[in-house]
């Protein structure tokens, strides 16, 4: 069985951890041996979160070297630049267009790179990167905590594999009480630039 390395980036309270999860189940749904670990900075809420997920016939570690990730996904610009050591120059990236200032930013002490510069820094280093307005997908179906599930959605679709496990694997994972505003949040994602 091939070898799959995924890299999720993001601020704590996006859903990182959900969204390894998600991967995970997928994984494992399709019939691999999937394996995730999740790195959480001091601060959960508003702290950096790093998820390796891996599928293959045998996973031995649950974590990914750098310059391995096959799919690197970022659910903000700055975290998504800080990890980039894990990127090469077959990795594609799906970029969720949002930006939350750091502590350090709010405060005046630093200043937010420039959004077109992490762009470029990832259209540079890696095979190929997409852009999804996940965020703002999912504040217009009401709910901005769904943008990971319209994430999910477009990775299923650069991945491959039957949307159908994918979309049981959202359904499954979440909450009852969100199942149908998720499954509707993967299906927008699965249907972005189509």
């Known amino acids: 069985m091939q070898t799959t390395r995924f890299l999720i980036t993001g601020v704590g309270g996006q859903g990182t951890i959900l969204a390894s999860d998600v991967l995970a189940e997928v994984g494992l749904r399709l019939g691999y041996d999937a ?6 900075g001091l ?11 891996i599928w293959s016939g045998k996973v031995r570690a ?23 050591a894990y990127t090469n120059p077959d990795t594609v990236i799906l970029a969720n267009d949002w930006r939350i ?3 350090a930013v709010s405060s005046g002490q630093a200043e937010y ?17 997409h852009v999804l307005p996940a965020t703002p997908m999912a504040v217009d179906m009401g709910n901005a905590r769904v943008f990971n ?5 477009k990775l299923s679709l650069l991945v491959g594999g039957d ?5 049981s694997a959202v359904a499954d994972t979440v909450a009852p ?3 149908d505003l998720n499954v509707r949040a993967f299906d927008a994602g699965r249907s972005f630039g189509l």
């Open 35 to 40: 394996k995730k670990s999740d790195i959480l």
């Open 43 to 53: 601060a959960v809420r508003g702290g950096s979160v790093v998820s390796h997920i």
């Open 62 to 84: 649950p974590m990914i070297d750098e310059g391995s990730a096959d799919y690197y996904i970022s659910f903000e610009w700055l975290e998504g630049l800080r990890r980039m």
């Open 101 to 103: 200032d750091p502590v």
């Open 113 to 129: 790179p420039a959004v077109e510069g992490i762009r470029n820094t990832m259209r540079e280093r890696c095979a190929a990167l």
């Open 149 to 153: 599930s319209i994430i999910m959605g």
């Open 163 to 167: 949307g159908d496990v994918w979309r």
């Open 177 to 179: 009480k969100v199942r």
